[in-house]
């Protein structure tokens, strides 16, 4: 069986600082990899994902997140947070075959304090 | 295309009513998953329907169901409300095609019980 662990419930970050959200997943098969946010009263949109290739994957508003398979850790980064980046954050992990049954995070709340 | 769409947005029910929620997936999804979201749990999984069959289903009481029908839209109900059931319903539409996994969530149905 799959899990994923966001460590962090909560992160408080100023504006223009950098920030990492940790993921971590277990599964016994090789994975695919998920970001996804959900601001305020909206439902959960993709950020990013990783399915194969370079480990390095990047939306088009500056996040990055790098998958490491030895350290099963998919985190998520941002070099300058915008207030706009305020929301909550959740790490999903999909098993390649199968039914790609997703399993998710219990979710981070990135603060962005002006 | 169009996007997932859920209804009602919002709700508010009495202990013991029932309730339908309504989800209309991407054109062309046959997958529809529906989740609970509370501040306590996070997000859960409840069931995915695919092609009218449920093929997985979480660990929610008999209380909750759900259906698919043949156009890929998706019900789910609740009977006997109780006070925690009160959530936001997601619901999440995927693309056979390609299988990665990905989810497509709609804004959600926020239930209030009363």
């Known amino acids: 069986a799959q899990s994923v662990t966001q460590l962090d419930s909560q992160v408080p970050v100023f504006e223009e600082a950098p920030v990492e959200l940790r993921c971590n997943y277990s599964?016994?098969?090789?994975?695919?990899l998920f970001w996804y946010v959900q601001y305020p009263n909206q439902g959960l949109q993709l950020l990013l994902k990783?399915?194969?290739?370079?480990?390095l994957v990047k939306s088009i508003n500056g996040f990055e997140a790098e998958f490491n398979k030895s350290q099963t850790s998919f985190h998520l980064r941002k070099p300058s947070v915008h207030i706009s980046d305020t929301a909550e954050y959740f790490c999903?992990?999909?098993?390649?075959?199968?039914?790609?049954?997703?399993?998710f995070g219990t979710g981070t709340k990135l603060q962005v304090i002006p | 295309k169009a996007g997932v769409t859920q209804t009602p947005r919002y709700l508010i029910k009495t202990r013991g009513q029932q309730v339908t929620l309504s989800c209309s997936p991407i054109?062309?999804?046959?997958?529809v998953s529906w989740y609970q979201q509370t501040p306590g749990q996070g997000l859960q999984f409840l069931f995915e329907?695919?092609?009218?069959?449920?093929?997985n289903k979480g660990n929610f009481p008999g209380r909750f169901s759900g259906r698919q029908f043949s156009n890929s839209r998706s019900e789910m109900n609740v009977s006997t409300l109780e006070l925690g059931d009160s959530a936001l319903y997601l619901c999440?539409?995927?693309?056979?095609?390609?299988?990665?996994?990905?989810?497509?969530f709609g804004e959600g149905s926020r239930l209030t019980v009363l």
């Open positions: 999440a539409s995927k693309s056979g095609t390609p299988n990665t996994g990905e989810l497509f």
């Open positions: 599964s016994s098969v090789s994975v695919y």
């Open positions: 990783y399915l194969s290739g370079s480990t």
């Open positions: 999903a992990v999909s098993d390649p075959g199968g039914y790609q049954k997703v399993t």
């Open positions: 054109s062309g999804h046959r997958s």
């Open positions: 329907y695919f092609s009218e069959t449920q093929r």
